[in-house]
């Protein structure tokens, strides 16, 4: 059964580079069936889809976040990363790696000085 | 970017009892292929969003036959029969159409 677990700093300062790896256990992120995806949840709000990845194609995020979203995959590790640039508190949120029909259990990030 | 309108927010139901959300795309949901990118999800208190059912209407392994999904083009419909305890939590529409994909606002549901 897959499994997805992300890792990453759950403090982050304002202007600063928000960074998150998902790592994927019991499935590969190299088939191409899958769309690997991050979506997040601002506290005590509803879920915004930030951008996905697949397999041999490229990373697209979502046109709200504009040129801050950088997502990549690393099949050598079984990982998929986010990089979001320039944070605000906006950005504070639990952040979820999945694939649709499986998501982690989610990072909380806060973005605070 | 398409919104996703839920109704009703909220939802008290005695045990037992069905419940149904309702989800409105503001464009026709209807893919260049035909498919219906149309998914539930549904986030239990203090858990990550669980999809219940795509395309509309196709369950998602594991998920019991008492939820199921209708609609087509811009509406859409969940409904749960015989609610359970283990059915508290928000459910969100999204859709996987058009980009960005969007989730609507999410509907509570709490047993009476």
């Known amino acids: 059964q897959v499994q997805l677990q992300e890792s990453g700093p759950g403090l982050v300062k304002p202007s600063e580079t928000l960074s998150l790896t998902c790592t994927v256990s019991?499935?590969?992120?190299?088939?191409?069936?899958?769309?690997w995806s991050w979506i997040r949840q601002p506290p005590g709000r509803g879920l915004e889809w930030i951008g996905y990845?697949?397999?041999?194609?490229?990373?697209t995020s979502n046109p709200s976040l504009r040129s801050r979203v950088t997502i990549s995959l690393d099949a050598s590790k079984n990982q998929f990363s986010l990089k979001l640039t320039s944070v605000t508190a906006a950005d504070t949120a639990v952040y979820y790696c999945g694939r649709m029909d499986v998501w982690g259990q989610g990072t909380t990030v806060t973005v605070s000085s | 970017d398409v919104v996703m309108t839920q109704s009703p927010l909220s939802l008290a139901v005695t045990l037992g009892q069905s419940a149904s959300i309702s989800c409105t795309s503001s464009q026709s949901l209807v893919y260049s292929d035909g498919n219906t990118f149309l998914n539930w999800f549904q986030q239990r208190p203090g858990q990550s969003p669980r999809r219940l059912l795509y395309?509309?209407?196709n369950r998602d392994s594991g998920v019991p036959d008492r939820f199921s999904g209708t609609g087509s083009g811009t509406d859409f419909t969940l409904k749960i029969s015989r609610v359970e305890a283990e059915d508290v939590g928000v459910y969100y529409c999204m859709q996987g159409t058009h980009w960005p994909w969007t989730f609507g606002q999410g509907t509570k549901l709490e047993i009476k």
């Open positions: 395309k509309v209407s």
């Open positions: 019991g499935g590969s992120v190299s088939s191409a069936t899958y769309y």
């Open positions: 990845i697949y397999y041999g194609g490229r990373a």
